[in-house]
């Protein structure tokens, strides 16, 4: 099993910044890709940034150029950096990890709420 617990979420200004923050516990060790998803109202879970073990990263392009996905396989964290942030980025995010070996499976964080006014 593997606990994933986000922080830093929160109201910010269009234009503005916020980063994002996920603690993993647990079985880490087992631990390969992590990701960023988020959720608005009515609308369907989407991924917004993938990290491999070993470092690769992928964003679609709706925040290429303005997030950034970064993790500290030492200290089991997951962060993202979100930049220039608009309106439609407001959602839920979630911090996720797929893990391999025994007991292979996805877990999710609870969540954190992202608020960009206009």
């Known amino acids: 099993q593997v606990q994933l617990v986000e922080s830093g979420g929160g109201l910010v200004q269009s234009g503005g910044s916020l980063r994002l923050s996920c603690t993993a516990s647990?079985?880490?060790?087992?631990?390969?890709?992590m990701a960023w998803y988020r959720q608005a109202p009515g609308k369907e879970r989407e991924v917004v940034a993938q990290?491999?073990?070993?470092?690769?990263?992928l964003y679609p392009a709706s925040v290429k150029g303005r997030f950034t996905i970064s993790r500290d396989n030492a200290k089991n964290t997951l962060s993202l950096q979100m930049n220039s942030l608009k309106p439609d980025d407001t959602a839920v995010y979630y911090c996720?990890?797929?893990?391999?070996?025994?007991?292979?499976?996805?877990?999710w964080g609870q969540g954190t709420q992202v608020t960009v006014s206009s």
């Open positions: 990290i491999g073990s070993g470092g690769a990263t």
């Open positions: 996720f990890a797929q893990t391999s070996g025994v007991g292979k499976g996805d877990y």
């Open positions: 647990g079985r880490t060790y087992s631990i390969n890709a």
